[in-house]
């Protein structure tokens, strides 16, 4: 029996977000170079956007690269980015077949210009897709993402277009990479770390948050399910009483 027939279709996650960790030390168990645990990658996310497709979840949201990860050694970066492009290339078709439309988050404008060439090409064939929303998040910094929306928050009121006092958590959402998403329903991060990696601060507020042991590239379309069981098992319950949601 699959996991999949214990879900609850009523009560899916409406957006899922996935910290992709512990591919090198994937790679690193078989004594290969981390690389390689990166092309194995593919797999998973592949099984993962499916699954998502197929369910009815309406956002997927994947930490692919940091703006820390920059400071990792140049080969692994550069290899990282070789792969961004050919994966690129040869799942957009995929995507167009599964309605799926692609989206970025994060300082893509320090991407290579071969990945943002790509990345907006796929972005634009996908764009009248109205299945699942994909989003990478790529040289993504959630605090970045906080100082920008500060800033253009700040030009706002010298423009004259807002006071100060106007200012609420919906302005500052607006001004979030993510604006025009719900936030993360549930988060699921792999590899038995138990961190958030500057990923999504404002936006995971009430998130629920799974961590399992299973590096990414073993991740697949049954773990998925199992989070997302687990995640129909718990009370949200936003500030209020058990006996409230009830
Ligand atoms: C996640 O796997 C992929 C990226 C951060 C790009 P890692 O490369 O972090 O693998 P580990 O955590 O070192 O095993
Ligand atoms: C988080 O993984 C970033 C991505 C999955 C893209 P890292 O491997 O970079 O995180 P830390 O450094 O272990 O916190
Ligand atoms: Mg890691």
Same mark, same amino acid.
């Given at each position: 029996?699959?996991?999949?027939?214990?879900?609850?279709?009523?009560?899916?996650?409406?957006?899922?977000?996935?910290?992709?960790?512990?591919?090198?030390?994937?790679?690193?168990?078989?004594?290969?170079?981390?690389?390689?645990?990166?092309?194995?990658?593919?797999?998973?996310?592949?099984?993962?956007?499916?699954?998502?497709?197929?369910? /009815?979840?309406?956002? #997927?949201?994947?930490? @692919?690269?940091? *703006? &820390?990860?920059?400071?990792?050694? !140049?080969?692994?970066?550069? /290899?990282?980015?070789? #792969?961004?492009?050919? @994966?690129?290339? *040869? &799942?957009?078709?995929?995507?167009? !077949?599964?309605?799926?439309?692609?989206?970025?988050?994060?300082?893509?404008?320090?991407?290579?210009?071969?990945?943002?060439?790509?990345? !907006?090409?796929?972005?634009?064939?996908?764009?009248?897709?109205?299945?699942?929303?994909?989003?990478?998040?790529?040289?993504?910094?959630? !605090?970045?993402?906080?100082?920008?929306?500060?800033?253009?928050?700040?030009?706002?009121?010298?423009?004259?277009?807002?006071?100060?006092?106007?200012?609420?958590?919906?302005?500052?959402?607006?001004?979030?990479?993510?604006?025009?998403?719900?936030?993360?329903?549930?988060?699921?991060?792999?590899?038995?770390?138990?961190?958030?990696?500057?990923?999504?601060?404002?936006?995971?507020?009430?998130?629920?948050?799974?961590?399992?042991?299973?590096?990414?590239?073993?991740?697949?379309?049954?773990?998925?399910?199992?989070?997302?069981?687990?995640?129909?098992?718990?009370?949200?319950?936003?500030?209020?009483?058990?006996?409230?949601?009830?």
């Amino acid at each position: 029996m699959s996991l999949k027939d214990v879900i609850i279709k009523e009560r899916l996650p409406r957006h899922i977000a996935v910290i992709m960790d512990g591919n090198g030390r994937w790679a690193k168990k078989q004594g290969n170079a981390r690389i390689f645990g990166h092309k194995n990658a593919m797999k998973a996310v592949r099984d993962v956007c499916e699954a998502c497709a197929e369910l /009815g979840v309406d956002y #997927l949201t994947l930490y @692919a690269f940091s *703006t &820390e990860n920059w400071n990792r050694p !140049k080969m692994e970066v550069m /290899g990282l980015m070789d #792969l961004l492009v050919s @994966a690129i290339n *040869t &799942e957009t078709d995929t995507l167009i !077949k599964n309605n799926i439309r692609l989206n970025a988050i994060g300082r893509l404008t320090d991407l290579p210009e071969k990945v943002l060439v790509n990345l !907006k090409d796929a972005i634009d064939r996908t764009k009248d897709n109205t299945g699942l929303t994909l989003t990478l998040a790529l040289s993504y910094s959630s !605090k970045v993402e906080l100082v920008e929306a500060v800033q253009s928050v700040a030009r706002d009121i010298e423009a004259g277009k807002i006071s100060a006092d106007s200012i609420d958590a919906s302005v500052i959402s607006d001004h979030l990479y993510t604006r025009g998403m719900p936030d993360p329903d549930l988060l699921i991060r792999t590899s038995g770390e138990f961190r958030i990696s500057n990923f999504m601060l404002w936006q995971l507020a009430y998130s629920e948050l799974y961590f399992t042991p299973i590096l990414w590239p073993d991740f697949d379309k049954e773990e998925l399910y199992k989070a997302i069981v687990d995640y129909q098992q718990r009370e949200r319950r936003f500030g209020m009483t058990s006996e409230q949601i009830g």
